[in-house]
């Protein structure tokens, strides 16, 4: 009888995991395959605790997009669920592009998974030091970093938003150094 109640207990708590999941929850990525009957995977552009990030085609805009594909697991999606929720009113709020915040194109749900379709940028703050092997920027490049950086927390502040990540890997940098966006 205990074993019995141990095993009703277990199965409450597990979540669906399907043929195209990993154990954690990743989504598994082809490169080619098709999403939303879209977005065509060009390839991987990284991976953290909330899933992956991808460049895909956009086949209606004929453009190139990072498609964020979150975890199947419900904490993930709940997650998933609010950060979409600040990014629309973040977006709703910002008419005249001030904030230095991604823009959220889209959002869907495929395959158990929550996406979300941003424009794609160039490079996130980490890689670009690394790529300068960790020696540092221009003092003038951080000037103009440091003040889009202050810009956007001002907007943050102003909104009572309050960024609990804000780290080198999530502020994307333009090619030019002369952008910022979180």
Same mark, same amino acid.
């Given at each position: 009888?205990?074993t019995?109640?141990?095993k009703?207990i277990t ?11 990993s154990?954690s929850?990743? /989504?598994?990525v082809?490169?080619?395959e098709?999403i939303?009957?879209r977005?065509e995977v060009i390839?991987?552009?990284? %991976?953290? %605790?909330?899933?992956q990030?991808l ?11 990072c ?8 904490? +993930?999606?709940?997650q998933?669920k ?6 629309? /009113?973040?977006n709703?709020?910002d008419?005249?592009d001030e %904030?230095?915040?991604?823009?959220l194109?889209?959002? +869907?749900? +495929?395959?158990?998974h929550?996406?979300?379709?941003f424009?794609l940028?160039d490079?996130?703050?980490y890689?670009?030091?690394? /790529?300068?092997? +960790?020696?540092?920027?221009d003092?003038s490049?951080?000037r ?6 202050l /810009?956007t927390?001002?907007?943050?502040q102003?909104?009572k ?11 994307m940098v333009s090619?030019?150094?002369?952008k910022?966006?979180?």
């Open positions: 009888k205990m019995e109640k141990i009703k199965k409450k708590g597990k979540e669906k995991k399907t043929d195209d999941d154990e929850g990743n /989504y598994i082809k490169v080619g098709q939303n009957f977005y390839k991987e552009l990284g %991976s953290g %605790s909330f899933g990030a460049k895909c085609h956009d086949h209606k805009n004929k453009t190139d997009v498609l964020k594909i979150i975890k199947s697991k419900k904490k +993930f999606t709940n998933a609010i950060e979409i929720r600040l990014l629309q /009113y973040i709703n709020n008419k005249q %904030s230095n915040v991604i823009k194109i889209e959002h +869907f749900t +495929f395959r158990n929550v996406c979300l379709i424009d940028l490079i996130n703050l890689e670009l030091l690394k /790529y300068q092997d +960790f020696c540092g920027l003092m490049v951080i103009k970093i440091a003040i889009q950086l /810009y927390l001002i907007f943050l102003n909104h938003i309050i960024h609990c990540d804000l780290k080198p890997e999530n502020i090619k030019e150094l002369d910022v966006v979180l």
